[in-house]
């Protein structure tokens, strides 16, 4: 198994009080077989769930946990930018709270790291969501690969492996879901190396999502916009190189 020098992993978390503590625990059984050197955050965005005290028992247990707590909800884009900003050691991992992903399967996205790599990117080898959320996603991802020029096979999949130095250059202002578009465009816009690596999507067995209603689509799709102004046409992240 190869071994990196040192990872962060972080969760961002909202109301996932049942499914934290064993995405946690997983991720601290897994990080010794890929390091030596780890810690693990969790980003707390405003749950009003129990999220907080189960990750503060579990910061309590074990020294390797960090808490990142953020008083009022930030949106996922917020707890994003918390977690990069709070990692400290020379990969950042990171996936969502609610467990439809496996963190064990980090090991996999190691395996993928070479000296020219610096995204090893996840891919669903099939989504495990109801129908309607499988065809918007569909829509949603011929959507935004058309309107961005992306070249990946899954820009959503929350399941990525980044050397923390990428964020000397990039600079990420979204609060929303859109977080990740804004992230991958300008990853490869200025010249990042990726690598793709299928991962296994399991349902959610608790809570819903907080991406699939009717509000939240249009106020995204207003976002989408801004972001393709930004990126696309005027291409403000490339001015200052």
Same mark, same amino acid.
């Given at each position: 198994m190869r071994k990196l020098d040192s990872i962060s992993a972080f969760f961002p978390a909202y109301n996932d009080a049942a499914t934290?503590?064993? $995405?946690?625990? @997983? *991720?601290l059984l897994t990080l010794p077989k890929v390091t030596d050197d780890y810690e693990v955050i969790v980003v707390n965005d405003g749950s009003p769930d129990h999220t907080g005290e189960l990750i503060k028992e579990l910061a309590r247990v074990y020294p390797q946990v960090r808490i990142i707590a953020h008083a009022k909800n930030r949106g996922y884009g917020g707890a994003l930018r918390s977690g990069f900003a709070a990692a400290t050691k020379t990969w950042i991992f990171y996936t969502d709270g609610d467990a439809q992903y496996d963190p064990r399967e980090l090991t996999r996205l190691v395996e993928a790291v070479t000296e020219d790599c610096d995204v090893v990117n996840g891919f669903k080898i099939a989504r495990s969501d109801p129908l309607h959320r499988i065809l918007i996603g569909r829509l949603y991802h011929t959507i935004v690969r058309l309107l961005f020029g992306f070249r990946l096979r899954d820009?959503?999949?929350?399941?990525?492996? $980044? =050397? =923390?130095?990428?964020?000397?250059?990039? /600079?990420?202002?979204? *609060?929303?879901?859109?977080?990740?578009? +804004? $992230?991958?465009?300008?990853?490869?816009?200025?010249?990042? =190396?990726?690598? +793709?690596?299928?991962?296994?999507?399991?349902? =959610? @067995?608790?809570?819903?999502?907080?991406?699939? /209603?009717?509000?939240?689509?249009?106020?995204? @799709?207003?976002q989408l916009m801004g972001l393709w102004w930004d990126l696309v046409v005027k291409k403000v992240h490339l001015k200052n190189l």
């Amino acid at each position: 198994m190869r071994k990196l020098d040192s990872i962060s992993a972080f969760f961002p978390a909202y109301n996932d009080a049942a499914t934290i503590s064993s $995405m946690v625990i @997983a *991720t601290l059984l897994t990080l010794p077989k890929v390091t030596d050197d780890y810690e693990v955050i969790v980003v707390n965005d405003g749950s009003p769930d129990h999220t907080g005290e189960l990750i503060k028992e579990l910061a309590r247990v074990y020294p390797q946990v960090r808490i990142i707590a953020h008083a009022k909800n930030r949106g996922y884009g917020g707890a994003l930018r918390s977690g990069f900003a709070a990692a400290t050691k020379t990969w950042i991992f990171y996936t969502d709270g609610d467990a439809q992903y496996d963190p064990r399967e980090l090991t996999r996205l190691v395996e993928a790291v070479t000296e020219d790599c610096d995204v090893v990117n996840g891919f669903k080898i099939a989504r495990s969501d109801p129908l309607h959320r499988i065809l918007i996603g569909r829509l949603y991802h011929t959507i935004v690969r058309l309107l961005f020029g992306f070249r990946l096979r899954d820009v959503d999949c929350d399941y990525r492996l $980044m =050397r =923390r130095t990428v964020f000397d250059k990039v /600079n990420l202002t979204s *609060t929303s879901g859109t977080i990740c578009l +804004e $992230m991958v465009k300008k990853l490869q816009d200025l010249g990042f =190396r990726f690598k +793709e690596v299928p991962v296994h999507h399991y349902h =959610r @067995a608790h809570g819903k999502s907080q991406f699939f /209603n009717f509000p939240r689509l249009i106020k995204t @799709a207003k976002q989408l916009m801004g972001l393709w102004w930004d990126l696309v046409v005027k291409k403000v992240h490339l001015k200052n190189l």
